[in-house]
Protein backbone atom coordinates (compact mmCIF):
# COMPACT_ATOMS: atom_id res chain seq x y z
CA UNK A 1 0.00 0.00 0.00
CA UNK A 2 1.00 3.13 -0.40
CA UNK A 3 -0.28 6.24 0.86
CA UNK A 4 -0.67 9.17 -2.18
CA UNK A 5 -2.32 12.02 -0.71
CA UNK A 6 -3.11 13.22 2.97
CA UNK A 7 -4.93 16.22 3.82
CA UNK A 8 -8.37 18.23 3.09
CA UNK A 9 -11.08 17.35 0.65
CA UNK A 10 -11.35 19.40 -2.21
CA UNK A 11 -15.46 18.58 -2.08
CA UNK A 12 -15.90 20.21 1.36
CA UNK A 13 -12.22 20.91 3.58
CA UNK A 14 -12.61 17.80 5.41
CA UNK A 15 -9.43 15.58 6.37
CA UNK A 16 -9.43 12.48 4.05
CA UNK A 17 -6.52 10.14 3.24
CA UNK A 18 -6.44 8.23 -0.25
CA UNK A 19 -4.38 5.26 -0.94
CA UNK A 20 -3.12 3.14 -3.46
CA UNK A 21 -3.04 -0.94 -2.88
CA UNK A 22 -2.69 -3.93 -5.38
CA UNK A 23 0.76 -2.87 -6.97
CA UNK A 24 2.26 -5.96 -4.98
CA UNK A 25 -0.49 -8.28 -4.86
CA UNK A 26 -3.46 -8.07 -7.54
CA UNK A 27 -6.50 -6.88 -6.66
CA UNK A 28 -9.25 -10.04 -5.91
CA UNK A 29 -12.07 -7.75 -7.49
CA UNK A 30 -14.02 -10.79 -10.29
CA UNK A 31 -15.30 -7.52 -12.06
CA UNK A 32 -12.52 -4.90 -12.41
CA UNK A 33 -10.03 -7.77 -12.52
CA UNK A 34 -6.03 -7.75 -11.61
CA UNK A 35 -5.81 -3.54 -11.08
CA UNK A 36 -4.22 -0.98 -8.99
CA UNK A 37 -7.12 0.34 -6.69
CA UNK A 38 -7.31 4.10 -5.16
CA UNK A 39 -8.58 4.55 -2.34
CA UNK A 40 -10.16 7.91 -1.53
CA UNK A 41 -11.44 7.69 2.68
CA UNK A 42 -12.41 9.89 5.35
CA UNK A 43 -9.87 10.65 8.28
CA UNK A 44 -10.73 10.98 11.78
CA UNK A 45 -13.33 8.42 12.23
CA UNK A 46 -14.39 4.61 11.72
CA UNK A 47 -15.35 4.66 7.61
CA UNK A 48 -18.46 2.99 8.61
CA UNK A 49 -19.36 5.41 11.32
CA UNK A 50 -18.73 7.85 8.48
CA UNK A 51 -21.12 5.92 6.60
CA UNK A 52 -23.87 5.50 8.22
CA UNK A 53 -23.97 9.19 10.09
CA UNK A 54 -23.79 10.99 6.48
CA UNK A 55 -20.57 12.31 7.68
CA UNK A 56 -19.29 10.93 4.40
CA UNK A 57 -20.03 14.29 1.96
CA UNK A 58 -15.49 15.08 2.21
CA UNK A 59 -14.81 11.30 0.08
CA UNK A 60 -18.32 11.02 -1.93
CA UNK A 61 -19.95 14.17 -2.28
CA UNK A 62 -23.36 15.12 -2.68
CA UNK A 63 -24.08 11.53 -4.19
CA UNK A 64 -27.77 10.55 -3.93
CA UNK A 65 -26.89 6.99 -3.33
CA UNK A 66 -25.49 7.58 -0.84
CA UNK A 67 -26.66 5.05 2.09
CA UNK A 68 -27.83 8.08 4.30
CA UNK A 69 -29.52 9.74 1.42
CA UNK A 70 -30.83 6.87 -0.76
CA UNK A 71 -31.56 4.82 2.86
CA UNK A 72 -30.34 1.70 4.26
CA UNK A 73 -32.13 -0.98 2.67
CA UNK A 74 -32.69 0.44 -0.82
CA UNK A 75 -30.24 0.00 -3.96
CA UNK A 76 -28.18 2.47 -3.59
CA UNK A 77 -24.12 2.81 -3.63
CA UNK A 78 -22.53 -0.60 -4.48
CA UNK A 79 -19.26 0.56 -2.86
CA UNK A 80 -20.68 1.01 0.30
CA UNK A 81 -22.84 -1.81 0.42
CA UNK A 82 -19.34 -4.08 -1.10
CA UNK A 83 -16.20 -2.76 -0.69
CA UNK A 84 -16.87 -0.70 2.86
CA UNK A 85 -14.97 -3.62 5.18
CA UNK A 86 -11.96 -3.07 2.83
CA UNK A 87 -11.90 0.54 3.06
CA UNK A 88 -12.04 0.28 6.81
CA UNK A 89 -8.87 -2.28 6.26
CA UNK A 90 -7.28 0.52 4.14
CA UNK A 91 -8.34 3.48 6.76
CA UNK A 92 -6.48 1.35 9.85
CA UNK A 93 -2.98 0.16 8.15
CA UNK A 94 -2.79 3.84 6.06
CA UNK A 95 -0.65 5.31 8.45
CA UNK A 96 2.81 5.66 7.28
CA UNK A 97 4.58 8.79 5.39
CA UNK A 98 2.95 9.90 2.28
CA UNK A 99 4.62 8.03 -0.72
CA UNK A 100 3.12 9.37 -4.19
CA UNK A 101 6.56 8.77 -5.94
CA UNK A 102 6.30 5.03 -4.57
CA UNK A 103 3.04 4.70 -6.03
CA UNK A 104 4.25 6.46 -8.94
CA UNK A 105 7.03 3.75 -9.64
CA UNK A 106 5.11 0.43 -8.32
CA UNK A 107 2.19 1.59 -10.86
CA UNK A 108 4.97 1.23 -13.69
CA UNK A 109 2.32 0.55 -16.88
CA UNK A 110 -0.46 -1.26 -14.95
CA UNK A 111 -3.96 0.02 -15.06
CA UNK A 112 -5.87 1.60 -12.23
CA UNK A 113 -8.94 2.12 -11.04
CA UNK A 114 -9.62 5.86 -9.71
CA UNK A 115 -12.26 5.34 -7.06
CA UNK A 116 -12.19 1.89 -5.89
CA UNK A 117 -13.82 4.16 -2.88
CA UNK A 118 -14.46 7.33 -2.91
CA UNK A 119 -14.58 10.31 -5.47
CA UNK A 120 -11.74 11.01 -7.36
CA UNK A 121 -12.47 14.95 -7.51
CA UNK A 122 -11.74 14.77 -3.49
CA UNK A 123 -8.26 14.78 -4.35
CA UNK A 124 -5.91 17.59 -5.98
CA UNK A 125 -5.34 17.15 -9.94
CA UNK A 126 -2.02 16.80 -9.92
CA UNK A 127 -2.66 13.87 -7.46
CA UNK A 128 -4.52 12.23 -10.43
CA UNK A 129 -2.34 13.50 -12.91
CA UNK A 130 0.92 11.83 -11.38
CA UNK A 131 -0.76 7.77 -11.11
CA UNK A 132 -2.42 8.33 -14.69
CA UNK A 133 0.94 9.22 -16.17
CA UNK A 134 2.34 6.24 -14.69
CA UNK A 135 -0.27 3.80 -15.67
CA UNK A 136 -1.41 2.15 -18.37
CA UNK A 137 -4.51 3.00 -18.28
CA UNK A 138 -7.51 3.42 -16.07
CA UNK A 139 -10.96 4.27 -15.26
CA UNK A 140 -12.32 6.55 -12.83
CA UNK A 141 -15.94 8.18 -12.23
CA UNK A 142 -16.59 11.88 -10.40
CA UNK A 143 -20.07 13.26 -9.97
CA UNK A 144 -17.92 16.46 -9.61
CA UNK A 145 -17.65 16.83 -13.54
CA UNK A 146 -19.51 20.24 -13.29
CA UNK A 147 -17.21 21.94 -10.96
CA UNK A 148 -13.79 19.83 -11.91
CA UNK A 149 -13.72 20.04 -15.59
CA UNK A 150 -9.66 19.56 -15.07
CA UNK A 151 -10.67 15.70 -14.36
CA UNK A 152 -12.34 15.13 -17.79
CA UNK A 153 -9.35 13.63 -19.41
CA UNK A 154 -9.40 10.68 -16.34
CA UNK A 155 -12.49 10.26 -15.29
CA UNK A 156 -16.14 9.92 -16.79
CA UNK A 157 -18.67 12.01 -15.56
CA UNK A 158 -21.37 9.93 -13.26
CA UNK A 159 -24.24 10.52 -14.35
CA UNK A 160 -28.43 9.08 -13.49
CA UNK A 161 -30.40 11.01 -16.12
CA UNK A 162 -30.37 11.15 -19.94
CA UNK A 163 -30.88 14.88 -19.07
CA UNK A 164 -27.64 15.32 -17.17
CA UNK A 165 -26.22 12.82 -19.58
CA UNK A 166 -26.30 15.44 -22.61
CA UNK A 167 -25.44 18.13 -20.42
CA UNK A 168 -21.89 16.44 -20.00
CA UNK A 169 -21.67 15.50 -23.22
CA UNK A 170 -21.97 19.17 -24.05
CA UNK A 171 -18.97 19.86 -21.76
CA UNK A 172 -16.90 17.33 -23.70
CA UNK A 173 -17.60 14.86 -21.35
CA UNK A 174 -17.68 10.76 -21.35
CA UNK A 175 -20.25 9.58 -19.28
CA UNK A 176 -21.19 6.67 -16.59
CA UNK A 177 -25.42 6.49 -15.86
CA UNK A 178 -27.29 4.21 -13.79
CA UNK A 179 -29.82 3.44 -15.68
CA UNK A 180 -33.63 3.31 -14.04
CA UNK A 181 -35.98 0.22 -14.46
CA UNK A 182 -37.83 1.85 -17.62
CA UNK A 183 -34.48 3.62 -19.15
CA UNK A 184 -32.11 2.22 -22.10
CA UNK A 185 -29.55 3.35 -23.53
CA UNK A 186 -28.74 5.98 -26.23
CA UNK A 187 -27.71 4.08 -29.68
CA UNK A 188 -24.32 4.98 -30.94
CA UNK A 189 -24.13 6.88 -28.37
CA UNK A 190 -23.70 4.90 -24.90
CA UNK A 191 -22.51 1.33 -24.71
CA UNK A 192 -23.37 -1.34 -21.78
CA UNK A 193 -21.33 -2.08 -19.91
CA UNK A 194 -19.63 -5.68 -20.73
CA UNK A 195 -18.07 -6.35 -17.30
CA UNK A 196 -21.42 -5.87 -15.57
CA UNK A 197 -22.46 -8.52 -17.91
CA UNK A 198 -19.64 -11.00 -16.82
CA UNK A 199 -18.64 -10.40 -20.67
CA UNK A 200 -15.02 -9.11 -19.77
CA UNK A 201 -13.66 -7.31 -17.30
CA UNK A 202 -12.31 -3.90 -16.52
CA UNK A 203 -8.61 -4.21 -17.04
CA UNK A 204 -9.83 -6.08 -20.12
CA UNK A 205 -12.22 -3.11 -21.12
CA UNK A 206 -10.64 0.15 -19.72
CA UNK A 207 -13.75 2.34 -22.20
CA UNK A 208 -13.91 4.38 -19.06
CA UNK A 209 -10.70 6.37 -19.03
CA UNK A 210 -12.15 9.98 -19.88
CA UNK A 211 -12.24 11.63 -23.01
CA UNK A 212 -10.18 8.81 -25.08
CA UNK A 213 -12.82 6.22 -23.97
CA UNK A 214 -16.93 5.42 -24.85
CA UNK A 215 -20.16 6.60 -22.67
CA UNK A 216 -21.16 4.12 -20.97
CA UNK A 217 -24.59 3.14 -18.91
CA UNK A 218 -25.08 0.27 -16.49
CA UNK A 219 -28.05 -1.54 -14.43
CA UNK A 220 -28.50 -0.52 -10.78
CA UNK A 221 -26.51 -3.61 -9.29
Given at each position: ??????????????????????????????????????????????????????????????????????????????????????????????????????????????????????????????????LCQSASRWTGYTRRWRERSDLREYCHASVETELSAWHAWLEGWRTFRVLGPSDAALPRIEHACPAAAGRTTCDRCLACCGTSGRSAAIREH
Open positions: MHVVYRGPSLIDGGPITAAVTGTGRPSRNRKTGPMAQLWIIPAGRPVWDAVKAGKDTSVCGTCPRRPSTAGYGRAGCYVARVAWREASLIQRYATGPINLVGAIRALAGRPIRLGAYGDPGALPFAVIDA
